[in-house]
């Protein structure tokens, strides 16, 4: 009897619980907003117009310009800090110098620092002696109207 008494009473609470959560969607809905009129589509054919002979928009942003020296100066400067250390003003010629460092050892030799001369011998030298005669010497001449890269 308590079974079917306590059976009677939970679907009575489940019923309850659940006209509850339906009478709760319901006010959500009743309080929503009127749905929108649609706008009627507009003609593709027609481009949109507005009248913007009085009206003035924002200016456009712009950069202040740097003078040549802060430029010269900021070219220096890779951390921005304003101040330009040793090592930064040095760091413009690193890439020249790993240039020159074939063998990547952080030092120059004299092979290494005179390469263009050294490639321009081992050119010449035809055939391989060691040595240039003036056939040879003849074919390291400076094309005329050619500027040397580097007068090493
Ligand atoms: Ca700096
Ligand atoms: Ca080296
Ligand atoms: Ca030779």
Same mark, same amino acid.
């Given at each position: 009897m308590n079974r079917l008494v306590l059976g009677g009473f939970l679907t009575l609470l489940m019923v309850g619980i659940g006209l509850f959560w339906w009478q709760g969607r319901a006010e959500v809905e009743q309080g929503a907003p009127p749905p929108l009129a649609e706008a009627p589509a507009p003609d593709p054919a027609v481009l949109p117009t507005a009248d913007a002979s009085n009206m003035r928009g924002p200016a456009p942003p712009e950069a202040s310009e740097l003078s040549r020296e802060q430029q010269r100066f900021f070219r220096y400067d890779r951390?921005? %800090?304003?101040r330009i250390t040793r090592n930064e003003m040095l760091s413009t010629r690193t890439s020249a110098f790993r240039d020159l460092d074939? %063998?990547?050892?952080?030092l120059l030799t004299f092979e290494e620092w005179a390469v263009t001369t050294v490639d321009k011998f081992e050119q010449a030298d035809a055939n391989r002696n060691g040595e240039l005669d003036q056939k040879e010497f003849a074919t390291t001449a400076p094309r005329p109207g050619a500027t040397p890269a580097c007068r090493c």
């Open positions: 951390d921005r %800090d304003r074939k %063998d990547g050892n952080n």
